[in-house]
């Protein structure tokens, strides 16, 4: 079956619309898409939607379920960014709405947006940005809010390497997930970036798959022409390591599908 579960439209920081997104898909013989527009409780931001505009999604879903339901399953997603001091805030923002899934992401160290702001990289040792992130994701994965974590060790993304092995970070962090019966996604989008590999990358990978996570696929696309980017190796990887199911939603329930 062929899914991919996290893609960005143009009421977010995607360029495409809801249309175009499904119309690439279909061409490229996807089976079901979930798309998963950013959402941020503080406000203003750019690059996502408020928790006013959550209900402009939703009719958005409805409306696209109307007119290609019957070729392509579309999922309602959400991509959240977490922050530990508004959690019952950004509960009361989801609550209301009936999600397919909910992808946790860090994009933010405190009130720093890491993710698109190089500029205090210098301040920290690279070893320290991984324990402060892995803690935040930790964090996430524990609040209950999500069903999947969004790109797994997104830290790495310029190329940020720990200075000395983080196994045991991601075996505790492998652990939480488990405990806390979060999913998470192979993000592709990261071959892409400076880091050049994955989302999680192969280290985390296993120690997710040992401690039995469950995993989804995600392009991370902001434009059609990156839906279901480099899934097949993505594939090969999640087999090599040992898995042998992905993970679907509906309803935010999860339904395992083989490979
Ligand atoms: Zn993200
Ligand atoms: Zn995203």
Same mark, same amino acid.
């Given at each position: ?34 798309? #998963? ?6 406000? =203003? ?24 339901? @019957? ?35 860090? @994009? ?5 947006? +890491? ?14 940005? +991984? ?11 524990? #609040? ?6 969004? @790109? =797994? ?20 962090? !492998?652990?939480?997930?488990?405990? #806390? ?12 970036? =400076? ?11 296993? !120690? ?5 996570? =469950?995993?989804?696929?995600? #392009? ?35 339904? !395992?599908?083989?490979?």
């Amino acid at each position: 079956m062929n899914i991919d579960y996290h893609m960005h439209t143009n009421l977010s920081d995607g360029h495409n619309t809801h249309e175009e997104m499904i119309l690439a898909a279909l061409e490229k013989g996807f089976d079901e898409i979930g798309f #998963s527009d950013h959402f941020n409780i503080k406000q =203003p931001c750019k690059w996502a939607i408020g928790a006013d505009e959550i209900i402009q999604l939703e009719r958005k879903i409805f409306e696209m379920r109307e007119e290609f339901g @019957h070729r392509i399953s579309i999922l309602f997603g959400l991509e959240v960014d977490y922050f530990n001091d508004r959690e019952d805030d950004i509960r009361k923002s989801l609550q209301q709405f009936n999600f397919d899934y909910v992808i946790g992401s860090i @994009h933010f160290l405190g009130d720093w947006n +890491y993710d698109t702001d190089k500029s205090r990289y210098v301040e920290f040792s690279n070893d320290f940005l +991984y324990e402060w992130y892995f803690r935040e994701l930790q964090k996430a994965a524990k #609040s209950g809010l999500f069903d999947i974590m969004g @790109h =797994p060790d997104l830290i790495k993304k310029f190329r940020i390497w720990p200075e000395t092995s983080q196994n045991q970070l991601f075996e505790e962090t !492998a652990r939480i997930f488990a405990e #806390s019966g979060v999913a998470f996604e192979i993000n592709t989008s990261g071959k892409d970036r =400076p880091c050049g590999e994955f989302f999680p990358g192969n280290e985390l990978l296993k !120690a997710l798959c040992n401690a039995g996570v =469950p995993v989804t696929l995600g #392009s991370d696309s902001h434009n059609k022409e990156q839906i279901g980017c480099h899934f097949d190796e993505a594939r090969t990887i999640l087999t090599e390591i040992g898995y042998t199911k992905i993970t679907r939603f509906r309803n935010r329930k999860r339904i !395992a599908v083989t490979i």
